[in-house]
């Protein structure tokens, strides 16, 4: 099995908007279920290692490697890391028709990342 990090990148002004990336709250509250079917059927399927959003990116905090902190994300003020999936899969084909099927389910573009190693 190979691992895949399938992640979810939303735009860092979605978390000042009540609905995020989301027009309504019935289209949130109908993705948000989408992807918790989504989430049982890999568990159920054997394929899904972790899965996780994350807070708003003006909770995160920077660590440089001289221990300096600073407030945000790691990567400014564009596209923030939102929330990933962590797989195992035989493919990176394999793979991919689980990203898909993941943006189907969040609404969103998916990208896909195989670990090293």
Do not use: K
Not at 14 to 31: H, I, K, L, Q, V
């Amino acid at each position: 099995m190979t691992s895949f990090m399938l992640s979810v990148y939303n735009p860092a002004d979605s978390y000042d908007r009540e609905f995020g990336t989301y027009d309504s709250a019935a289209e949130m509250e109908a993705a948000f279920a989408r992807t918790a079917e989504l989430n049982d059927a890999l568990e159920d399927e054997g394929v899904l290692v972790y899965v996780g959003g994350l807070n708003a990116p003006a909770l995160a905090v920077t660590v440089d490697p001289s221990g300096l902190e600073s407030d945000g994300p790691a990567g400014g003020s564009g596209a923030v890391l939102g929330g990933f999936w962590v797989i195992d899969t035989d493919t990176f084909e394999e793979a991919a028709e689980v990203a898909q099927r993941a943006a189907v389910a969040c609404g969103q573009s998916i990208e896909i990342r195989q670990f090293e190693g």
